[in-house]
């Protein structure tokens, strides 16, 4: 009983270190200017990550101080929140699998489409009920006027390296002919019917794109860039975790054999 609730014991606590991932992906995700925008995508690997963790402690209490009662809750709880992880990974993948970007000629950075984002993430980030707030958060985040510290000449600007949201709020798009002041300012489009975003550019910095479906588009390609970023680390992870938990089930189950083998000797049964 004593080796298989010790080998449980160190599981979970490898399975306690396994939730820092999951919770610093988490904190990394919320602290990204869009997500902070984007209230309701900002916690919930936080939350899974600090549940992991808690569970983890319960099962590691168990099993050191050979408590049945919180191993059984710690092998429930556990096998509900792997579950809810899997979930919550297929989703993200299928929900940011398109990536609506597109190259343009002559410069370094893509543009990006709404039309090429997964219709679940249009809906739920950029309708009409939800769009006006997260608007007004990135104006307010100062993401576009920093491009003037960073970008001086054109040259410079169409060679860098611009975010999608960059790409798609702080400037017009490149097909409207606009011709470059400075990053966020840009005057004379020679091709003014391009796009119904080419009459809604506006030089103040207040408005610049950000009633464009560029910066919808630009968003939506934040997002989907970051959360495939974290995908990675919370794939791995959840790897180790099942790994884990396969182990901690079969173990749990030889603690169980061991304490009927010792009843038995005692001739309790």
């Known amino acids: 009983m004593a080796v298989s609730n010790n080998i449980t014991a160190i599981l979970n606590f490898l399975a306690l270190v396994c939730s820092i991932p999951i919770i610093g992906s988490g904190i990394w995700l ?50 509900i929140l792997i579950v809810l992880l899997l979930i919550f990974l297929v989703l993200a993948f299928v929900v940011t699998r398109p990536s609506g970007a597109y190259s343009v000629p002559g410069v370094a950075y893509k543009e990006y489409g709404l039309q090429g984002f997964s219709s679940w993430l249009r809906n739920r980030i950029t309708g009409s009920g939800n769009w006006g707030e997260i608007r007004a958060c990135l104006a307010d985040s100062g993401i576009c006027t920093k491009l003037n510290e960073e970008y001086v000449t054109a040259v410079q600007f169409f060679n860098g390296s611009l975010s999608p949201i960059q790409s798609g709020c702080c400037k017009p798009p490149t097909l409207c002919g606009f011709q470059f002041v400075n990053p966020i300012m840009w005057t004379n489009p020679s091709n003014p019917a391009a796009s119904a975003d080419c009459s809604i550019w506006n030089n103040d910095p207040s408005q610049l794109c950000y009633y464009c479906d560029s910066c919808k588009a630009g968003l939506l390609g934040n997002l989907r860039k970051e959360w495939r970023t974290a995908n990675i680390v919370l794939i791995i992870t959840v790897v180790v975790l099942i790994w884990i938990y396969l182990i901690a089930c079969s173990a749990y189950k030889n603690a169980q054999t061991e304490e009927l083998f010792r009843r038995y000797k005692q001739g309790w049964v």
């Open 30 to 79: 919320a602290s990204k200017p869009d997500n902070e925008c984007i209230h309701w995508v900002r916690w919930p690997v936080v939350f899974l990550g600090i549940a992991v963790l808690l569970v983890s402690l319960t099962g590691f209490v168990g099993a050191y101080w050979k408590k049945e009662g919180l191993l059984g809750v710690y092998l429930v709880c556990m096998a």
